[in-house]
């Protein structure tokens, strides 16, 4: 059975860094595509970025470009979001997801297969 954990959230004043982590366990990866989104309270769940276990190619959100990276850890089958720069708009509960379909990105939730309870980012002074 698919298991995903996230962790590393929490709470960070502006301008500030957190670095979430995903460890995925259950399966085999290596033909997966793994995302993270985030849901703040009241919103629909966002897309934030995602990465190719396959060749380790990565896709981001604009809203998030230059400040996220993802990046993955074959050998710990950990994906990881640096998050660096952060805004109060970045308050959300982050959730990790894996796609079986590692043929393409997607940033459409319903469209992976697995995803994990979520891990709670605050940012706020």
């Known amino acids: 059975q698919v298991q995903l954990v996230e962790s590393g959230g929490g709470l960070v004043q502006p301008g500030g860094s957190l670095r979430l982590s995903c460890a995925a366990s259950?399966?085999?990866?290596?033909?997966?595509?793994m995302g993270w989104f985030r849901q703040a309270p009241g919103k629909e769940h966002e897309f934030v970025a995602a990465?190719?276990?396959?060749?380790?190619?990565?896709y981001s959100a604009d809203s998030v470009k230059g400040r996220f990276t993802i990046s993955g850890d074959n050998a710990k089958n950990t994906v990881y979001l640096q998050m660096n720069s952060l805004k109060p708009e970045d308050t959300a509960v982050y959730y990790c997801?894996?796609?079986?379909?590692?043929?393409?990105?997607?940033?459409?939730?319903?469209?992976?297969?697995?995803w994990g309870q979520g891990t709670q980012v605050t940012v706020s002074s």
């Open positions: 997801a894996a796609r079986r379909d590692g043929s393409y990105y997607s940033t459409r939730l319903f469209e992976y297969d697995y």
């Open positions: 990465i190719s276990w396959s060749d380790g190619s990565t």
């Open positions: 259950g399966r085999t990866f290596r033909s997966y595509v």
